[in-house]
């Protein structure tokens, strides 16, 4: 599965009542290091699709979730777990970072 754009009018129903985990990647098409972790998160999505959906929302067309969960820079990366914030990063980092993250966070790649 790949990555899920959401928008402010579809957060609830994608991502806080989602059924698992969540990682919300909050971004814009202006930001260089939200372009260079974009294909990390569409493997993570493919590789994980059974533990976690990676959700997308664009910062600049939806202003009203990042300021909801004080975004102040981005790319800023959020783990929802039963509708609730668990785990938040801030900033570009390697694939292995952020799996590495998702697992201290609880969400493990099965074998």
């Known amino acids: 599965m790949s990555t899920v754009a959401v928008t402010d009018a579809t957060f609830e129903k994608d991502v806080l009542q989602a059924e698992g985990p969540v990682l919300v990647d909050f971004w ?14 569409e493997q993570i999505s493919e590789e994980l699709a059974d533990q976690v959906v990676v959700a997308k929302i664009d910062i600049d067309e939806n202003q009203m ?8 820079g981005i790319p800023t990366m959020m783990l929802f777990r039963g509708g609730q914030m668990t785990s938040m990063k801030v900033g570009a980092m390697p694939k292995s970072k952020i799996v590495e993250w998702l697992a ?7 074998a």
């Open 65 to 72: 979730t990042p300021s909801r969960y004080g975004v102040r």
């Open 28 to 41: 814009a098409t202006w930001c260089g290091p939200c372009k260079q972790i974009a294909p990390a998160l």
């Open 104 to 110: 201290e966070a609880g969400v493990k790649q099965t």
